[in-house]
């Protein structure tokens, strides 16, 4: 059973046409992260909740927005898309009480594609 | 200097070969330490957690090296479902965050 899903798994843009990225979980973890992957790098983190607190990353652009209404769900915002945010998108989840190793649950992505 | 150093590739290996990664990391106060696997436009997964002793999981053998910064990954008898590629994860402190090096791509031929 899905554990971490991600809608849609591709979404096309025009550039400069908000789009919104959706993840839920069904694991009722109590952090949730969103990273930046482009093509042959590495994932790069955007930003993340513990609970209700939001935690950006000093290097996220402003053009990168997040909400979180409850604990399954988390949506990422791009207010203007440009042609560089067209990467893959991935939510990942964490217990968030079991200590440092705990694992990181992925989502299988969604891909944005920018025109 | 990245914060998570790792040779992109890609390795060619044939079957049966054992091959070896290698990663640096910058944030001598980092915590834990993972492998990741990532196949062709899928997220990653996690492979396997790195500890201080070392560890083994099957055909997997992960060794850390906190007075040189320096993670490995040993991989014996390479199947071709291992072509994929292995991520060098680091969490900085207590953050819980995970800092990805750039990947190296494992291709394992006939």
């Known amino acids: 059973d899905a554990m971490v899903i991600q809608n849609p798994r591709y979404q096309v843009t025009q550039f400069g046409k908000p789009v919104t990225l959706s993840c839920s979980q069904t694991?009722?973890?109590?952090?949730m992260y969103w990273y930046q992957q482009k093509s042959s790098q590495a994932p790069k983190l955007l930003f993340h909740?513990?609970?209700?607190?939001?935690?950006n990353e000093a290097d996220t652009p402003d053009n990168f927005q997040s909400r979180r209404p409850n604990t399954s769900f988390c949506f990422l915002d791009i207010r203007s898309p440009g042609l560089g945010d067209a990467a893959m998108y991935l939510c990942?989840?964490?217990?968030?009480?079991?200590?440092?190793?705990?694992?990181?649950?992925f989502g299988p992505g969604t891909r944005l594609l920018v025109l | 200097r990245k914060e998570v150093e790792q040779d992109p590739g890609p390795f060619n290996v044939p079957e049966g070969a054992t091959v070896a990664f290698n990663c640096t990391y910058s944030?001598?106060?980092?915590?834990?330490f993972f492998w990741y696997r990532q196949d062709c436009r899928k997220e990653p997964k996690l492979l396997m957690s790195?500890?201080?002793s070392g560890n083994e999981d099957g055909r997997f053998t992960a060794q850390l090296n906190r007075a040189s910064q320096y993670i490995s990954l040993l991989i014996r008898d390479s199947k071709l479902s291992d072509s994929a590629t292995y991520l060098c994860?680091?969490?900085?402190?207590?953050?819980?965050?995970?800092?990805f090096g750039q990947g190296t791509t494992l291709q394992v031929k006939p």
């Open positions: 990942a989840t964490r217990h968030g009480t079991g200590g440092r190793q705990e694992t990181q649950y």
């Open positions: 694991l009722n973890h109590n952090v």
């Open positions: 909740y513990y609970d209700k607190d939001f935690n």
């Open positions: 944030n001598s106060a980092s915590q834990s």
């Open positions: 790195v500890y201080s």
């Open positions: 994860v680091v969490t900085p402190s207590n953050t819980g965050k995970l800092i």
